[in-house]
T-cell receptor
Framework: ETGVTQSPTHLIKTRGQQVTLRCSSQSGHNTVSWYQQALGQGPQFIFQYYREEENGRGNFPPRFSGLQFPNYSSELNVNALELDDSALYLC?????????????FGPGTRLTVL | QKEVEQNSGPLSVPEGAIASLNCTYSDRGSQSFFWYRQYSGKSPELIMFIYSNGDKEDGRFTAQLNKASQYVSLLIRDSQPSDSATYLCAVQRYGNKLVFGAGTILRVKS
């Protein structure tokens, strides 16, 4: 167990709806990264939050947005859901100290878009 | 060319054998290298990380890094059926995103 928690575990939405996924980071960690993992693929970087600011973004459209709170927990919001958004969404927690950043994953949220 | 490439497998080894998993990467600016294990339906679990050229051992696992050849490998000694999973290689520039390969499926036969 990494100490990183995510909610909900599973979610079913219909195309065009909006969804919010939540992540609580491991104690002592100050950085949260979000990844999308489609079936049979490696995780793809969505964005990272450090000290409540976005600290890097992958090749995802603006309808993917996020927040980090003062307690370092985070939310991922996806608007106007599309069928291709169906995936496992992973949150990773780490401590950014200016060097290498070892990331520990939560259990993930399985999103199905119908 | 993909940024991180892994053979998708499946790689099948008998119980007790050495499993060798390989990964190549394209970004010469990569500084940190990670191996994650992912069981079906679960999230990735960190096995090892390596920053410097050479070998790093942790129990039954050895990570090997060759930055000149842009090559990372993971050796699993005395493979067990519980090692059967998908192994993800990930590379990172300082601090920021992990770039993953698609993973290699390992099957350990008892």
């Amino acid at each position: 167990e990494t100490g990183v928690t995510q909610s909900p575990t599973h979610l079913i939405k219909t195309r065009g709806q909006q969804v919010t996924l939540r992540c609580s980071s491991q104690s002592g960690h100050n950085t949260v990264s979000w990844y999308q993992q489609a079936l049979g693929q490696g995780p793809q970087f969505i964005f990272q939050y450090y000290r409540e600011e976005e600290n890097g973004r992958g090749n995802f459209p603006p309808r993917f947005s996020g927040l980090q709170f003062p307690n370092y927990s985070s939310e991922l919001n996806v608007n106007a859901l599309e069928l291709d958004d169906s995936a496992l969404y992973l949150c990773a927690s780490s401590f950014t100290s200016g060097g290498g950043d070892t990331q520990y994953f939560g259990p993930g949220t399985r999103l199905t878009v119908l | 060319q993909k940024e991180v490439e892994q053979n998708s497998g499946p790689l099948s080894v008998p119980e007790g054998a050495i499993a060798s998993l390989n990964c190549t990467y394209s970004d010469r600016g990569s500084q940190s290298f990670f191996w994650y294990r992912q069981y079906s339906g679960k999230s990735p679990e960190l096995i090892m990380f390596i920053y410097s050229n050479g070998d790093k051992e942790d129990g039954r696992f050895t990570a090997q890094l060759n930055k000149a050849s842009q090559y990372v490998s993971l050796l699993i000694r005395d493979s067990q059926p519980s090692d059967s999973a998908t192994y993800l290689c990930a590379v990172q520039r300082y601090g920021n995103k992990l770039v993953f390969g698609a993973g290699t499926i390992l099957r350990v036969k008892s």
